[in-house]
């Protein structure tokens, strides 16, 4: 197997590439013929991808479809579709797994800080538990938000980089102000650290020939998929 991989966007923007169809890296690496394959859920705004470098099984993403730095900058009028997206998405990895972490690198709009690995956003979904919050007490004050999702708040747009974690019991952790810039994929290093995984960079899994994306819950996902198409 070639080690070399193109990680490039052609179009400047990878999840763009992925939604649009536009050369799209998983069609590139060869993960799936049509990306559309690999979209487990989807509404008018939003679609629920797997992560191509999963850190654990089920390790997957809710994106939206256009492109926005981050969820914070949504349009107001799509936050009760996210919200109702993000729970049917957490009950499905629920079923297939346990209930999942959510995390976000949010970037801001010019040199990011975040340490978000893509600038098009996207919420990491993964079915483990992990001390998330404590982490993203190194890299700022931690603001605890109770139950209320980070992008129902009031002040949300007024967020330029953050990280945001949601808790098994829907509890969400934010960090506005970063006051020690994190390195580039800092939750996700985090996790393959806490797992004990030699790795933690999601291009070098490709590299390494690691098997990329879980496949064996493709049947039990296209049914899901086949039910939220309608929805
Ligand atoms: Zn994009
Ligand atoms: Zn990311």
Known sequence: MSTQFDFFSKGGCLLCDEIGNNFPLTVRLGLCEDPHDNILLETNNFVFLRDISPIVPG??????????????????????????????????????????LLFEHGSGPL??????????????????????????????????????????????????????????????????????????????????????LGDWRWESAFARGLPVVPRHSTDTFSVCSATAATH
């Not at 049917?88 to 629920?94: G, K, Q, T, W």
């Open 59 to 100: 390790h997957c993403l809710i994106v939206p479809k256009q492109h926005f730095p981050s969820f914070a900058k949504i349009p107001e009028r799509w936050t009760e579709e996210l919200q109702d997206f993000k729970e049917a998405c957490e009950l499905l990895i629920s079923r297939e797994y346990q209930p999942p």
């Open 111 to 196: 040199a990011p800080r975040s340490g978000a690995c893509v600038h098009h956003a996207h919420i990491h979904v993964l079915p483990l538990t992990a001390p998330v919050d404590r982490w993203m007490g190194e890299i700022g004050p931690v603001r605890q938000v109770g139950r209320l999702s980070p992008y129902e708040l009031p002040d949300r747009l007024t967020f330029t980089d953050y990280l945001a974690y949601q808790d098994q019991d829907d509890l969400t952790f934010l960090v506005v102000e970063i006051r020690t810039r994190p390195p580039c994929q800092f939750i996700r290093r985090r996790l393959a650290e806490h797992l004990s």
